[in-house]
């Protein structure tokens, strides 16, 4: 009994620390990829040190094949690092985590299953209560603003709302991490602007730690407290900017003197690269 | 009238019409004799004289292009499964079954008559092996082609072994199996009566053998026609069923016009 008050009380302390300083969620110390090629192991990603803290909301940005994606699908569990420690929440990630969400490059479904029982998959591929799960899954649904599109099928629904299909079955089982590799980049400028305004409203009222890899940069810039810039292949950071702008951002603040400076100064590592990637 | 040959599936029956017509036609032109080239007409007398007993021996030659078939699917979708997803038992197996199939089936069909008999068993080796090839290809390609994306999303979800095979690969390969099942169960109705040539006393491939030893052109074209049908029933038959079973697919959504529809 009071083992346990003193355990409430030290959780407590701790949150309560958590508010002021910095709590690194995921870790990524000296983390590189290489995969196998014809003449031994080709290096996709050099050693990168970074921390992305719970509840931070951090884009990368970088060109075409510099490894986004394969930094994306390290920190899913996806793929084994080549060198370095990679943790979240303080313990190794040695496959696909129980507390991660992820949206793909393309929305991924699954042709012979309707909207619902699209989103419903990761319910059952993690074995969670079915019934609670539709509720949610309609909940999102209503939030995506797919309402009467349950019983579509992806063929019947627009690239974009594929893709907002996807995201719902990403937050289904209200992971606390949420990875995203390019979920707009199929979608038009208009389009996109709204689902970023979503993903930002999603964001700030449930608080999820979120990795967003984009080619857009004011994308990055709009939705993140930082900007990861990497480099040309094999990918190194070549920058990180910290965002202050105050949140909620409308999409006005994208006309801002302090907006484009951020994305000026980040587009100039592509210039000085020989790079132009949006 | 018109309304009839603009509907899908009069064109076919159309087709076979204006065909009949010219084959008519050409006997005529030509004076081809009867021995030869038999007219239309008398070939329709003999199905209408000689139908129950055509009918009667269909069944022989359905039964042994089934039985083939069934083995074709319940031996050709595990092993393409096999092939699929170990790299070992491909490069065992793969090299075989290609080499086996260039053996011509029609130079070993009699060593099955020596070892079986003259039952149904040899007609539904021939059918099989005949008819499993297309499947294991064409399924092996379905199982392979699943997108890494896909295969991705499945286990960042913690998807065990069997659910990623029951939830993904195998909804996603039906659509190959079902094409390959068309291909195989029309080679099967090949192979039943190959068998039957080289050695039965039933069923159409006797019947073809028969009538071309009594010089009947009119019972063998009258034949033929039966082995048509049965073909082509069995392949309605298996098309009726993939409608049933992948609405979703590309294939079946109305979109595209493919003639082997008939609606
Ligand atoms: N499975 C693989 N096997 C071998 N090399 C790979 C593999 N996947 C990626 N690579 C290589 O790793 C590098 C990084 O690929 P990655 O997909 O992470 O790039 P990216 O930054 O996501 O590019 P993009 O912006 O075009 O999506 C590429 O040069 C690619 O050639
Ligand atoms: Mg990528």
Known sequence: ?278 | MSKLFSSTWARPFLLILIVLVLWDLAILVFGIPQYLVPAPLAVAEQIWNEWPMLLGESLPTVYATLGGFALSVVIGVPMAMMIAYSRLIESYLYPLLVFSQSIPKVAIAPLFVVWFGFGLLPKVIVAFLLGFFPIVVSTVMGFKSVEVDMVDLARSMGSTRLNMFLKISLPHALPSIFSSMKVSITLAVVGAVVGEFVGSNAGIGYVLQKANGNFDLPLMFAALVFLSLIGVLLFLAIDAIERLAIPWHVSQRGTVHSTMRWR
């Open chain 1, 1 to 278: 009994m009071s083992s346990d008050d003193q355990e409430g009380l030290s959780s407590a302390a701790a949150s309560a620390r958590g508010a002021t300083a910095r709590r690194p969620l995921i870790r990524l110390c000296g983390v590189a990829k290489s995969y196998p090629g014809k003449d031994g192991p080709m290096a996709s990603l050099d050693p990168l040190s970074f921390d992305i803290d719970e509840g931070e909301f951090v884009s990368v940005v970088g060109p075409s094949g510099c490894g986004k994606t394969t930094l994306l699908k390290l920190v899913a569990g996806l793929l084994p690092v080549s060198a370095g420690e990679l943790t979240l929440s303080g313990s190794r990630i040695d496959g696909p985590q129980r507390n991660v969400g992820i949206v793909f490059q393309s929305a991924v479904l699954l042709a012979w299953r309707n909207v619902l029982d699209n989103i419903l998959l990761q319910a059952e591929m993690r074995k969670l209560p079915m019934a609670a799960a539709r509720e949610r899954a309609l909940k999102l649904i209503a939030t995506a603003g797919l309402e009467g599109f349950e019983k579509s099928y992806p063929w019947q629904l627009s690239g974009g709302m594929q893709q907002r299909v996807s995201i719902c079955r990403a937050l289904l089982h209200d992971p606390s991490v949420l990875l995203m590799d390019e979920p707009f980049g199929a979608l038009d400028a208009m389009t996109r602007e709204k689902m970023n305004l979503e993903l930002q409203r999603i964001w700030m009222g449930s608080k999820k730690t979120v990795l967003l890899i984009t080619h857009s940069i004011p994308e990055a810039v709009f939705l993140s407290d930082r900007v990861l810039v990497m480099s040309e292949r094999p990918g190194s950071i070549a920058a990180i900017y910290d965002i202050d702008l105050p949140r909620p951002r409308p999409l006005d603040v994208m006309s801002s003197a302090e907006f484009a400076r951020y994305t000026q100064s980040i587009r100039g590592h592509f210039f000085t690269q020989g790079s132009l990637d949006h």
